[in-house]
């Protein structure tokens, strides 16, 4: 059986599921290049052929989510307003945020003040930019203020279920489930959409 080289693309993508790992649980600033290459068993040329600097993999991580984002909120402007389409957007959203579990949630909540200095540009303003026309979109025109913020509530309970889970002995499984009840409470209408099943 032979076995199939890996892509650049799947490299950089083992790359960035490792380093991942090993700043959540390490932290970023505790975590080397030589640490992720000796988790990879690759050379240290091999990791800086793909990416330059620990910088470099985060900003990938985030650009990654970000691109993510953005072609949801682009395929839902060129869409009607509709039930499927607030669905669609809903389920979206919370798949990016719950994608191979809550590790990137809680890196970032692990890494908060790197993430500050790292990427002052991406998080911050332009996350609240982006949640901001995420929740209008799936809001009927005329929405009132108060059931944007609940949309906005549901919106964030995934990333609330990973801090209140801090020192919880729960699964992934149980944190997104606990996070999709919670969402579904604040918008009843978005339950179908992000119940996982």
Partial sequence: MTQRRKTGDDRRAEIRRVALELFTVRGY????MREIAERLDITKAALYYHFDSKESIVRSL???????????IEWAEAQPPSADRTARIAAGWFSLVVEGGLGFARFALANQAALRDL?????GAGGLDRMQKVSALMADPGTPPLELLK???ALMSANLAVMGSHDLNLTDEEIIRAAAETASLLAPGLASAIMPG
């Fill in 119 to 123: 990427m002052p540009h991406k998080g």
């Fill in 62 to 72: 985030f650009e990654e989510r970000l691109a993510t984002l953005d072609a949801l």
């Fill in 29 to 32: 600033e505790a975590t080397s």
């Fill in 151 to 153: 949309i906005r509530m």
